[in-house]
Nanobody, 125 residues
């Protein structure tokens, strides 16, 4: 029902910025809540940010609050993650995900139904 493709990853120096984009295919993008997660080698996938279906509510991991911004454009079927002041420890594969769940917290991997293939973000020191 939903396919997600991330883009915008790459290599930046510490303190630099990247903007990731998630393009979604499907008829009902505006009904889905969207999230961004990241996973470093040997570590669990962790929550980064989420935005609800209408775009009027967001939530961020404490570690990125104030530096990252999640947004969506329901007319374009996209969800973006603007990342500022990147740190080397934030090197990871970044994934976008979509959830059809209602009445649940959106900071857990288990509530997301569809996932993209991921895009590599490398922050050099």
């Amino acid at each position: 029902q939903m396919q997600l493709v991330e883009s915008g990853g790459g290599t930046v120096q510490a303190g630099g910025s990247l903007r990731l984009s998630c393009a979604a295919s499907g008829r009902f993008f505006s009904r889905f809540h969207m999230g961004w997660f990241r996973q470093a080698p040997g570590k669990e996938r962790e929550f980064v940010a989420t935005i609800n279906s209408s775009g009027d509510s967001t939530k961020y991991a404490d570690s990125v609050k104030g530096r990252f911004t999640i947004s969506r454009d329901n007319a374009k079927n996209t969800a973006d993650l603007q990342m500022l002041s990147l740190k080397p420890e934030e090197t990871a594969v970044y994934y976008c995900a979509a959830s059809i769940s209602n009445g649940v917290e959106l900071d857990a991997v288990g509530v997301y139904n569809f996932w993209g293939q991921g895009t590599q973000v490398t922050v050099s020191s």
